[in-house]
């Protein structure tokens, strides 16, 4: 028994023994080829460097953030009503004027080769992100229409002339969009010519007059006012109701009263085209009066009645003096109408009989009433220009706006992850060599 422990501990101590002398091999092992496993290390290393600096290089760029500002930018829409298209930053038209602001004709750029390096990618906010994500996730189809986008640029010969083509995109493209999309709205000035008879020169302004109320009208800030000459939308209707109600009425007294006329025979047929209106006018209000005075005729009002409203199943209880009494107002009020018209005709019949093309004083009066007039429809028109355009450059110049300065950014953490991983490959696999190398050195000893 004790023999065969003692064979045990002695087995054991050759085995401490043995493991002691393979660790002085190794390190022997080691010193030997290290000038092996340095030049391994070296050269691993150089060539981690090297794909390290060439990622570097190849990942550095500049980028910059902007942001559209008008409300149909959430729907995917342009302000004109059109679909979007982020990718408008890169199209011929901008960067053409990059190249050509810039004067990099000569500098073999084109615009081929700036598009391949620029990037548009949409801003989707991370709770966005997770919204989409989880409603996918349930089948249910989910979309956002991103109203900022972050542009980047790769390095293109040199970081400073980077910054400069981005910066000079941003604001030639912020130019090219806005123009694209400005609202040009302008009302153009008459000038009148001497070949019209009087009532056309009263026909065009009152046309001119329409077409800046219709627009005045289509804005949706009726109390903007003008920083630069105090004028706003409401104070030019008001301008053009005085010229309407005022000026233009004093004319007309002057065409038909007096008869003034540059071709009696086109002004005769004028006034008749006139009078055949307000008689067709007059005859629907007769019409009316007719049919009122019909149900008058049938209607006798005794207590209240129940009457249907529009709704189905709703009763609604009506005193029947009081609806008696507003058939009565129409009635009234119709007939005066009537009357009026009347009147409108029988003037309208008088100056057709007065027409004539005389010189006298009143036609020398009316043509100079008409200059002012046309002169006074001209001035409405360029201060609604004027205030129109102060109103479309509001929007116009925020449509598209840079919300960061051009940064540039780099893939420096990737190189140094490349190095720092040839670095440990080439230790190792300098190790692996020169034991491989020792290992069939002993082999060929042996044999």
Same mark, same amino acid.
């Given at each position: ?21 393979? =660790? ?21 290393? =150089? ?248 149900? =008058? ?151």
């Amino acid at each position: 028994m004790e023999e065969k422990m003692t064979k045990e501990i002695l087995k054991h101590e050759v085995r401490e023994y043995e493991d002691e002398i393979d =660790l002085v091999d190794l390190l022997k092992i080691l010193k030997k080829r290290a000038k092996l496993i340095m030049g391994i290390f070296l050269i691993t290393t =150089l060539i981690a460097f090297g794909i390290g600096i060439s990622k570097y290089n190849s990942g550095k760029r500049v980028s910059t953030i902007v942001s559209y500002n008008f409300n149909e930018i959430s729907e995917g829409l342009n302000p004109d009503g059109s679909k979007f298209n982020p990718n408008l930053i890169i199209s011929n038209e901008v960067l053409n004027g990059v190249i050509k602001h810039l004067g990099l004709e000569g500098k073999e750029l084109n615009v081929v080769e700036i598009r391949e390096k620029i990037s548009v990618n949409p801003i989707v906010p991370t709770y966005i992100y997770t919204k989409i994500k989880s409603e996918l996730e349930k089948g249910i189809n989910s979309s956002f229409n991103a109203t900022a986008y972050e542009i980047e640029l790769k390095i293109i010969k040199d970081s400073d002339l980077t910054k400069k083509i981005l910066q000079t995109l941003v604001v030639e493209y912020s130019n090219y969009y806005s123009a694209r999309y400005a609202q040009s709205d302008v009302v153009p000035v008459i000038k009148m010519d001497e070949t019209y008879e009087y009532q056309d020169y009263i026909k065009v302004f009152k046309s001119k007059l329409k077409d800046i109320e219709y627009i005045l009208k289509s804005k949706n800030d009726q109390s903007f006012v003008s920083k630069q000459n105090g004028v706003g939308f409401s104070s030019i209707s008001n301008k053009i109701e005085l010229i309407r109600e005022v000026d233009i009425t004093r004319v007309q007294q002057y065409l038909v009263i007096d008869g003034i006329s540059k071709n009696k025979e086109m002004a005769s047929k004028d006034l008749e085209y006139r009078i055949k209106n307000y008689e067709s006018e007059k005859q629907k209000k007769v019409n009316e009066v007719e049919a009122l005075n019909g149900v =008058l005729k049938l209607y006798k009002p005794e207590g209240n009645k129940v009457l249907m409203s529009g709704n189905a199943g709703t009763m609604l209880e009506q005193n029947p003096n009081e609806y008696y009494s507003k058939l009565i107002e129409k009635v009234a009020v119709a007939a005066v109408e009537i009357g009026n018209i009347d009147e409108e005709i029988k003037t309208l019949k008088e100056g057709k009989v007065k027409i004539n093309s005389s010189n006298g004083e009143n036609k020398k009066i009316l043509e100079a009433t008409l200059a002012e007039l046309e002169k006074d429809v001209n001035d409405v028109a360029i201060s609604a220009n004027e205030v129109l355009k102060e109103y479309n450059d509001r929007f116009v110049t925020n449509y598209v706006k840079t919300i960061s300065p051009v940064n540039e950014m780099t893939n420096s953490k990737k190189a140094v992850m490349i190095i720092a991983i040839g670095m440990i490959l080439g230790l190792f696999l300098g190790v692996f060599v020169a034991f491989m190398k020792e290992f069939f050195a002993n082999v060929d000893l042996k044999n």
